[in-house]
T-cell receptor, first 114, second 114 residues
Framework: AQKITQTQPGMFVQEKEAVTLDCTYD???????LFWYKQPSSGEMIFLIY??????QNATEGRYSLNFQKARKSANLVISASQLGDSAMYFC???????????FGSGTKLNVKP | DTAVSQTPKYLVTQMGNDKSIKCEQN?????MYWYKQDSKKFLKIMFS???????INETVPNRFSPKSPDKAHLNLHINSLELGDSAVYFC?????????????FGPGTRLTVT
């Protein structure tokens, strides 16, 4: 079974609109962390946001928020007020703390249209 | 004030050669990683060192050997390069004992084996 699943290979969003990138995960480790990274066309990996498995509130970082639904094992990234510079690949990732494992999803390519 | 640096940025070499990629971080982190990103952008962890001790060693051909001379450096040596080794290799670091242990990535090394 896939540990991290990103079902949207590509998405389009109009500038200034909000967009949700989906991520579901699979783990039996009770202690885990969920991450989102952005990879622009220049290639670098940029950390965006983190959610811990025991965190009660959804994480937010500026225009990024993580919609964490633990029972559904989903950790969707919401980008509000999209900007042209948000066009990039977005990766969801998980760290299983007790098992000491890391997994990345296959990524979602987001295109922001002017 | 580069946080995670890698050298070289590009590496073109012939099959059968041996090459090394160097990584340094100045974030004071205790854990470092090597990832491989293939042509389809899929990211897979290869190795991780915590305080110079190997803690993750995924299923990687033994032609790949990591070396951590100290906490701030993690080098990757590849013997007998093959065409399938062509990829982008990312180094990353994190502070493992923090609850929020996001990884910071280097700029990547694009390896092309001809």
């Amino acid at each position: 079974a896939q540990k991290i699943t990103q079902t949207q290979p590509g998405m389009f969003v109009q500038e200034k609109e909000a967009v949700t990138l989906d991520c579901t995960y699979d783990t039996s480790d009770p202690s885990y962390g969920l991450f989102w990274y952005k990879q622009p066309s220049s290639g670098e990996m940029i950390f965006l946001i983190y959610q811990g498995s025991y965190d009660q509130q959804n994480a937010t970082e500026g225009r990024y928020s993580l919609n964490f639904q633990k029972a559904r094992k989903s950790a969707n990234l919401v980008i509000s007020a999209s900007q042209l510079g948000d066009s990039a690949m977005y990766f969801c990732a998980m760290r299983e703390r007790n098992f000491n494992k890391f997994y990345f999803g296959s990524g979602t390519k987001l295109n922001v249209k002017p | 004030d580069t946080a995670v640096s890698q050298t070289p940025k590009y590496l073109v070499t012939q099959m059968g050669n041996d090459k090394s990629i160097k990584c340094e971080q100045n974030l004071g982190h205790d854990t470092m990683y090597w990832y491989k990103q293939d042509s389809k952008k899929f990211l897979k962890i290869m190795f991780s060192y915590n305080n110079k001790e190997l803690i993750i060693n995924e299923t990687v051909p033994n032609r790949f050997s990591p070396k951590s001379p100290d906490k701030a450096h993690l080098n990757l040596h590849i013997n007998s390069l093959e065409l399938g080794d062509s990829a982008v290799y990312f180094c990353a670091s994190s502070q493992r004992d923090r609850g929020r242990d996001e990884q910071y990535f280097g700029p990547g090394t694009r390896l092309t084996v001809t």
